[in-house]
């Protein structure tokens, strides 16, 4: 496996819509695995194929705290939502910074498997809030979009700032 590089806000290739998935074959389970891979040693409970550079609607997920719930969403597609949940979200494209989001608080999605099954999920809480997050990534989407625009220009200057910062300190 490999672990893959996560690509930062304001990257403008976060910014693009992913295209539905046409095969799943074991090139796409290798990517799903090194997905899985990134996404635990980040750490974090969810990543986007776009947050890694690869412009597919596909997803993976774990909320438990030991690594025992994982989920592959290939072309998901909220079917219904409900409810509303107000939850602290960060993101490893936005490194560093929490916010209030207002979600669904329960969903129900169909979606492809890792084997290319149709299946439907019907969840709530923090995966609901999850998936939702990282369905919002394939369409191009981030948390901060959810913020005010000040909060957002904030946020952005302050990670190109650390940005140079590092790069400086790299030389």
Do not use: W
Not at 15 to 40: G, N, W
Not at 78 to 92: M, N, R, S, Y
Request: hydrophobic share 40%.
């Amino acid at each position: 496996m490999t672990k893959l590089m996560i690509l930062e806000f304001p990257d403008p290739r976060l910014r693009i819509k992913a295209a539905p998935v046409e095969h799943v074959d074991d090139k796409l389970r290798r990517l799903i695995d090194d997905m899985f891979e990134t996404m635990y040693e980040a750490p974090g409970i969810g990543l986007a194929a776009t947050q890694v550079d690869v412009h597919q609607r596909l997803l993976v997920t774990d909320v438990s705290s030991d690594r025992s719930a994982p989920h592959v969403l290939i072309n998901p597609i909220i079917l219904e939502k409900d409810g509303v949940a107000v939850t602290e979200e960060g993101c490893l494209s936005v490194p560093g910074y929490y916010e209030e989001v207002e979600r669904a608080n329960h969903i129900r999605v169909s979606f492809l498997d890792r084997d290319g099954e149709s299946s439907e999920l019907d969840v709530e809480g923090l995966l609901a809030v999850c998936i939702q997050h990282e369905i919002d990534h394939l369409d191009g989407k981030l948390f901060v979009d959810y913020l005010s625009e000040a909060k957002r220009g904030r946020i952005r200057k302050k990670l190109e700032k650390e940005r140079r910062h590092q790069a400086s300190a790299a030389l």
